[in-house]
């Protein structure tokens, strides 16, 4: 990994609880597992098997744009857990409008499509940026009464997705001063 000051190390799946910043599961990383079918990406396998735990207790899990999709969504859904996470712009279930680079959306504007099961939020922050949101947790559009008008959902999503990069922090050095010493 040539961007990481430790050129080698074990990679762990984690998932930790937001408000005690503890670790409810995970598990390291071995390569292509044989369980996982072929229909399955890897993010999406990955954050069924850390949540198994705590999946059926209606509970929100909160992820970043490589495990977001919208049959990650679903799957959870059927067992009465709620996902809120960003979502990468190449991804070919979104909307057409969602993938491109020229919009035509004005600053701090929102489009939103809804589903069944989620909706999908578009918020435009800056001038060439776009936040892309899907959640299956919140069904009204809220948006904030003020100057930058952000949607209740990046709110939450931003307030929410800190956990592992707290659990993070307080393990890596560890780690270092434990291989050091």
Not at 72 to 92: D, E, F, Y
Not at 130 to 149: A, C, F, G
Request: aromatic residues 10%.
């Amino acid at each position: 990994m040539p961007n990481q000051s430790d050129k080698f190390g074990i990679k762990f799946w984690l998932a930790s609880d937001v408000s005690s910043k503890y670790i409810v599961n995970g598990f390291p990383y071995l390569g292509k597992d044989e369980g996982r079918e072929p229909s399955i990406s890897l993010g999406e396998f990955v954050t069924l098997k850390l949540a198994e735990p705590c999946t059926g207790h209606g509970r929100n899990i909160t992820v970043d744009n490589f495990f977001t999709s919208a049959s990650l969504a679903s799957k959870l859904l059927a067992n009465r857990t709620t996902l809120v996470g960003t979502i990468r712009r190449n991804k070919g279930e979104l909307p057409k409008l969602a993938r491109q680079a020229k919009d035509g959306m004005t600053r701090f504007s929102t489009i939103l499509y809804k589903s069944k099961n989620f909706i999908f939020k578009i918020y435009k922050a800056k001038p060439n940026k776009k936040v892309l949101i899907l959640s299956s947790m919140h069904s009204p559009v809220e948006i904030e009464k003020n100057d930058t008008r952000i949607p209740k959902t990046i709110r939450f999503y931003n307030s929410t997705k800190f956990g592992v990069d707290v659990t993070d922090k307080y393990l890596v050095p560890q780690q270092r001063h434990h291989i050091e010493s």
